[in-house]
């Protein structure tokens, strides 16, 4: 326990997880740049249409920075970036910085309840299968997880927006809500919330049930049996945690597909949020904004990728006890 | 036919079987079974319920639900299928390349695959739909880069683990060149999991390329897609469900049929896959 927590092992291990994270952020920018080279049609024109003149062109060319080469596109937008400014508009004239400050919060509410409501649900939902595998009860879950898997989350959005928004009127069509009304806003997010953690509660469920079922396989859940443990303590106490570090590795990868099943969510709702911001930005070609949204997804992207490594290192002992060897220079 | 035996022998599997097969044979045979035009417009009947006429009735300019949709089978798991494979031939050809490449090679390749996985799927689909635009070559082209990564980084890992087993060694020692060892040995022997994992690809194609229909960047109209579909029924959703209704249902009974039938085709070829649900 100790070695994991002290200095050494856990310092290289995030530098070096620290290091992969900046490459891959500068990376995907660059692939963005880089992909506006390739492709042919000047952006600039296609954003402002056939009929704008050579002059305003150029003066929009200058203003998404189209006419730096590629890396000095890179670092200027990086070097702004580190400095909180993620550039301008150019359609409305709008710091970009304050638009995604602005749309955020809207997103990562939206996303952590959905993910909440997803372990909420998807775990009793998977302990319930693994307990008594191959029952009626198990293949019925089974069926029923599988089914909220498959069902894109756009699909089952605007289905939910039908049933309880314009037929039965029980919540609102469209918005986030009055700003400071709370429970405005509560009511605002049921269905979008709903949304976009149906597909995660079937594949949480699934998940927990298939790796409830192998840990409680194993020699030391038999030894807790055999010391007359009661059986729904041995699986809420000893199995149930190590069942969840599978779980926890996939909501690193969650989070990031969540915010792109938000923007789904955030269209067909009309919530203002990073989703529907990005989104308005690519249907008109609005490169500044595109490129600032971008660069904040993927940095949460990586963020959360980042802390489930370090909370997966915490939680499995295994590869605690790896990185603990590692410090102390020994090892087999 | 032992695989097909041991597919329907479990009940996901028969009913993934099922569904696959009612889908795929719906797309390759729509002219035959559609009751009209799929862009045949009746503004008299638009947006009306299910009828003897129309099946499942029609959208807003009257165009018949039930053909669209069959033909909305033919661009969701055509594309889907085109994806898969085009994404398949390029990932296996950087994987291996990247197990047998020297360091600096395999760390640029790696170094890319990371990059692009680095994006959440949808935001880099949206990302290479606001550089290349939308239009059905395009959306298989984006679609196909984001999916590269994945088959590149198992055929690698594959690669690696059977790289330095006894048979190799040996056919490096009877003189084969590298390319033939790579093509006739150690393709043959990776090609399983990843085939797996090339049909569990395709539901998720299939929502991805229905999304960004669906989001009016993907497949342009009058061409019949489940995505487009969609939003045209979405935006006149007060007046009726059925357009939503029909494209969701088929939408949902492809990837849930090609969801059930990939693992049951995974656990019919090899169990040991069998890492996640």
């Given amino acids: 326990m100790n070695g994991f927590w002290s200095k050494g092992s856990l310092a290289r291990y995030g530098a070096s997880r620290l290091a992969t994270a900046v490459l891959v952020l500068v990376g995907s920018i ?44 890179v670092f200027v937008f990086f070097k702004h970036a580190l400095q909180g400014d993620l550039g301008t508009d150019v359609i409305s004239g709008r710091s970009v ?43 019925v879950l089974a069926v029923f997880s599988v089914s909220l898997v498959a069902t894109p989350s756009y699909v089952v959005a605007i289905l939910l927006l039908y049933f309880f928004s314009v037929r039965l009127g ?35 469920a699934r998940l927990v049930r298939s790796s409830l079922l192998e840990v409680l396989s194993e020699p030391y859940i038999r030894t807790a049996r055999a010391y007359g443990q009661p059986e729904r303590r041995v699986v809420m106490k000893y199995a149930l945690k190590l069942a969840c570090i599978p779980t926890v590795a996939i909501l690193g990868v969650g989070i990031g597909e969540l915010m792109g099943g938000a923007v789904f969510v955030e269209v067909i709702f009309n919530r203002p949020g990073l989703g529907s911001l990005v989104f308005d930005a690519i249907r008109v070609r609005n490169y500044p904004v595109v490129q600032g949204c971008i660069l904040i997804i993927v940095a949460i992207f990586v963020l959360a990728n980042l802390l489930v490594d370090f909370a997966y290192a915490w939680l499995d002992p295994r590869v605690r006890e790896a990185l603990g060897r590692t410090r102390s220079g020994g090892g087999v | 036919m032992d695989i097909l035996r041991r597919i329907w022998r479990s009940p996901s599997g ?21 009751t009209h035009m799929p862009n045949q417009i ?21 165009r018949d639900l039930f053909s669209r949709g069959l033909y909305g089978t033919r661009v969701a798991v055509g594309v889907a299928l085109a994806v898969t494979a085009i994404a398949l031939v390029i990932g296996i050809l950087l994987g291996v390349a990247a197990a047998y490449a020297p360091a600096p090679i395999e760390r640029i390749i ?67 060149s590298g390319g033939r060892i790579m093509l006739f040995h150690v393709l043959p022997n990776i090609v399983g999991p990843i ?46 469900v059925w357009p939503v209704l029909v494209a969701g249902g088929m939408l949902t009974l492809a990837t849930l049929g090609f969801t059930l039938f990939g693992e049951a085709l995974r656990d019919a070829i090899d169990p040991k896959l069998r890492r996640e649900p």
């Avoid at chain 1, 986030?176 to 949480?204: R, S």
Wanted: hydrophobic share 55%.
């Fill in chain 2, 42 to 62: 009746d503004v008299a009947a638009r947006l009306s319920p299910p009828s003897a006429t129309h099946w499942l009735g029609t959208d807003q300019l009257g």
């Fill in chain 1, 30 to 73: 660059a692939l963005l740049c880089s992909l506006t080279l390739i492709v042919p049609g000047d952006p600039a024109r296609i954003l402002l249409g056939a009929r704008a003149t050579p002059e305003l062109v150029e003066t929009f060319r200058q203003q998404m920075g189209l006419n730096l080469p590629l890396y000095e596109r």
């Fill in chain 1, 97 to 139: 910085t304050d638009m995604v400050l602005a749309a955020l919060p809207n997103t990562i509410l939206l996303a952590v309840s959905a993910i909440g409501l997803a372990v909420l649900l998807g775990i009793p939902i998977g302990c319930y299968a693994a307990v008594r595998p191959g029952s009626l009860l198990d293949q």
């Fill in chain 1, 170 to 204: 029980w919540f609102p069509v469209l918005g986030a809500g009055e700003p400071g009304h709370v429970l405005d806003q509560l009511h605002h997010l049921i269905l979008p919330t709903i949304a976009l953690a149906v597909g995660w509660i079937g594949y949480i």
């Fill in chain 2, 195 to 240: 085939v797996v994992l090339a049909s569990m690809n395709i539901p998720v194609v299939i929502t991805l390329e229905a999304g960004l229909s669906f989001l009016g960047v993907g497949i342009r109209p009058p061409l019949a897609s489940w995505g487009s579909m969609l939003f045209d029924g979405f935006t006149y959703i007060g007046q009726s």
């Fill in chain 2, 110 to 176: 790696l170094a890319v695959f990371d990059i692009i996985s680095a994006y959440p799927t949808l935001i880099l689909a949206l990302a290479l739909v606001a550089v290349l635009g939308p239009g059905l070559q395009n959306i298989i082209i984006l679609v196909t880069i984001v999916f590269v990564p994945r088959f590149g980084r198992i055929a690698r890992a594959q690669t690696l683990t059977i790289k330095e087993q006894p048979f190799l060694e040996a056919e490096r020692a009877l003189g084969a």
């Fill in chain 2, 14 to 34: 028969r009913i993934g079987l099922i569904a696959t097969l009612l889908v795929v044979i719906g797309g390759l045979a729509a002219p035959l079974l559609a």
